[in-house]
């Protein structure tokens, strides 16, 4: 694979996955009531939190793996098999909807924190973003150069998401509720079809071997 080819998978694949649009509604809903500089607080901390994961899966998820006896064609099928899941869920809309009750169950419970739960985790760097994340590290197979584009992708989809919850009051208003639903089923599908190529990457090694 190419820097380029591998530089547009990453960034589709993260971007999709993370769907800092979609996350609008949540931060709206864990932060209200809070001034706009506290806003700004939680949102720092959140994607710092967040860079942090991912990027430290990017660079021992790999080694991990190998720790576990996991072969990289298992985890490709297993991550595969978990990001479809979360495409049918966004196609479905099963996955705002889950979202939004986290969201309500941080403002209930009063947490301190919300920039760690559910901003950070599950929601950035969640399940799907960690898995993605140990995909592509596992496709740069520990080439320099690769693995620099990785992270590099990672920042910068995290960075998106800063400007994204700070724009979100008005992104919300533009979007509506019926533009958000739109664009998250759209992006589901097109997860989908990515978490079926990692799922055929893996049986043809499997299969090959």
């Not at 793996?65 to 099928?77: E, K, M, N, S, Y």
């Not at 690769?146 to 800063?162: G, H, K, N, R």
């Not at 979100?168 to 664009?183: E, Q, Y």
């Amino acid at each position: 694979m190419l820097p380029l080819d591998y530089l547009i998978s990453a960034a589709v694949t993260l971007l999709v996955v993370v769907d800092p649009v979609g996350l609008v509604p949540t931060f709206l809903a864990v932060t209200a009531g809070l001034p706009r500089s506290a806003r700004r607080s939680v949102a720092w901390r959140a994607v710092v939190i967040a860079l942090g994961i991912l990027t430290g899966t990017a660079l021992i998820g790999d080694w991990l793996l190998r720790q576990l006896g996991i072969t990289l064609p298992a985890f490709r099928i297993a991550g595969g098999l978990l990001l479809f899941s979360i495409a049918s869920e966004m196609v479905l809309g099963v996955r705002t909807e889950r979202q939004s009750r986290d969201a309500e169950h941080a403002v209930e419970e009063h947490v301190r924190n919300v920039a760690v739960f559910p901003l950070a985790i599950p929601l950035l760097a969640g399940p799907g973003a960690i898995t993605a994340t140990v995909l592509l590290a596992g496709q740069a197979a520990l080439r320099p150069l690769y693995l620099a584009i990785l992270i590099s992708v990672i920042a910068a989809v995290v960075l998106l998401c800063l400007l994204v919850f700070r724009l979100a009051s008005r992104i919300a208003v533009v979007i509506g509720t019926t533009g958000s639903l739109v664009l998250s089923r759209l992006l589901g599908v097109l997860l989908a079809a990515l978490a079926v190529q990692f799922v055929i990457d893996g049986l043809r090694v499997v299969l090959g071997g």
